[in-house]
């Protein structure tokens, strides 16, 4: 009984030490040919965190093009970004806002398509 448990602990942490081996090579490897950025453009492959640096970008260069305009209060808006699909979220002062901060969405280089969830909320006192 005893060598049966004894057997099972030491196949676990065999099985569990090959693993993480074989883990750590796999990352050794895409550390290596990440830093080689030849080897990723010849692959023509896009890694996640090549895509979550683009939506990132993407995020900043459409609230950039909000935040240009005075006339909205972009500090009440979040924008999302996922493969050029943009959402924007948030509460505007003014109805006709709505429509303009999407459109400004449209306009920026790189968005494919735009999800307007604003609500139109008066700021605190307004009439």
Do not use: C
């Amino acid at each position: 009984m005893k060598r049966n448990w004894a057997l099972g602990i030491a196949g676990g942490v065999l099985i569990a030490s090959a693993s993480v081996h074989v883990w750590a090579q796999a990352g050794a490897s895409e550390a290596s040919a990440a830093s080689n950025g030849t080897a990723v453009a010849a692959s023509g492959s896009t890694t996640a965190k090549d895509i979550r640096k683009a939506d990132r970008a993407l995020r900043r260069k459409v609230y950039s093009a909000i935040v240009t305009h005075r006339e909205i209060n972009a500090g009440n808006i979040s924008v999302i970004a996922k493969g050029g699909a943009v959402t924007l979220d948030g509460t505007v002062v003014d109805a006709s806002q709505i429509d303009k901060v999407s459109e400004i969405a449209k306009g920026v280089p790189g968005v494919t398509s735009v999800t307007n969830k604003l609500t139109v909320k008066k700021p605190f006192g307004g009439q």
